[in-house]
């Protein structure tokens, strides 16, 4: 089956399509680019939700093409929640994941409780039908970057009972607990049992 994944990030298609060829090659996931579409989807919302809700809403209306969306969003418990929603541009609208992480390390120069979680919400549409998935990994943010795989805040986000931040794993072992993946294997688990 083909599912579109709405987004243009190419490191999180590269993450969702080896997560799926893992546990089954049942679907195909097709980017934005697979089908033509260059537009600039609105992802406005003021939650995870409904960014991710927005997205798949605007595939699905436009092209009749069954879809799914996800956002994700790093959220410090010390900065109440930040950068949340506004994790990708928190430095500004360039997306900049250099400057996201000197502006989080910055902002928690000298604070103790350095507790955070990813959050990852899946909004999938088939048939006109939305369902809603969700993976939460907790963690702490450390004082300083380590590692060099990943992307966005994974060089600064060590998940609780590992000595390791996200980007000195191996993307086998990121993909085991991390919050995408969780996202992504309760969406496997549905579309398993919806087929």
Excluded: W
């Amino acid at each position: 089956m083909d599912l579109v994944f709405a987004t243009n990030n190419n490191h999180k298609i590269y993450e969702i399509k080896h997560i799926l060829d893992q546990v089954e090659n049942k679907f195909r996931i097709l980017s934005l680019k697979d089908i033509s579409c260059f537009d600039d989807i609105p992802e406005d919302g003021v939650t995870l939700e409904e960014n991710a809700e927005q997205k798949s809403s605007y595939i699905y209306n436009k092209y009749n093409l069954n879809c799914f969306a996800d956002d994700s969003g790093l959220e410090v418990e010390a900065l109440n929640g930040a950068p949340g929603v506004y994790s990708a541009r928190y430095a500004g609208k360039d997306k900049d994941f250099k400057s996201n992480i000197v502006k989080l390390l910055h902002e928690m120069n000298g604070i103790e409780n350095r507790k955070a979680r990813f959050r990852t919400v899946i909004s999938l549409i088939i048939n006109g039908q939305r369902y809603i998935f969700e993976g939460v990994i907790n963690g702490v943010i450390t004082k300083y970057e380590r590692g060099s795989n990943g992307f966005g805040y994974d060089p600064i986000f060590q998940p609780d009972g590992y000595p390791i931040t996200f980007a000195e794993m191996s993307l086998d072992e990121k993909n085991l607990i991390s919050h995408r993946s969780k996202a992504i294997k309760e969406l496997y688990i549905f579309l398993y049992k919806y087929f």
